[in-house]
């Protein structure tokens, strides 16, 4: 069974930065591509950005692209969100998960982002 745990979230300003974390367990990781969801209120999971375990080979939603850096370290079964010049549309749960994501049970407990203007 996968457990996901987020972490990093918080509250910022537009034009802040904030580093999300996500420690992944339960699977090989190193053989599995990730990505990072978001869901503001009365939405579903909207991808943000994901990144291949063969290459590292990154893709981004157009909303963040330029914005956001998604990484990972294998030793550490952990992937990361970078989001810098945050604004108050970025508001949201930001979720890590398998890309694309496994079943509606797989999901963590997210890890909320809060932008003021």
């Known amino acids: 069974q996968v457990q996901l745990v987020e972490s990093g979230g918080g509250l910022a300003q537009a034009g802040d930065s904030l580093r999300l974390s996500c420690v992944v367990s339960?699977?090989?990781?190193?053989?599995?591509?990730m990505g990072w969801y978001r869901q503001a209120p009365g939405t579903g999971h909207e991808f943000v950005a994901s990144i291949s375990w063969s290459f590292g080979t990154t893709y981004y939603a157009d909303s963040v692209k330029g914005r956001f850096t998604i990484s990972r370290d294998d030793a550490k079964n952990t992937v990361y969100l970078q989001m810098n010049s945050l604004k108050p549309e970025d508001t949201a749960v930001y979720y890590c998960?398998?890309?694309?994501?496994?079943?509606?049970?797989?999901w963590g407990q997210g890890t909320q982002v809060t932008v003021s203007s």
């Open positions: 998960n398998l890309y694309p994501p496994l079943g509606e049970d797989s």
């Open positions: 339960g699977r090989r990781f190193s053989r599995d591509d």
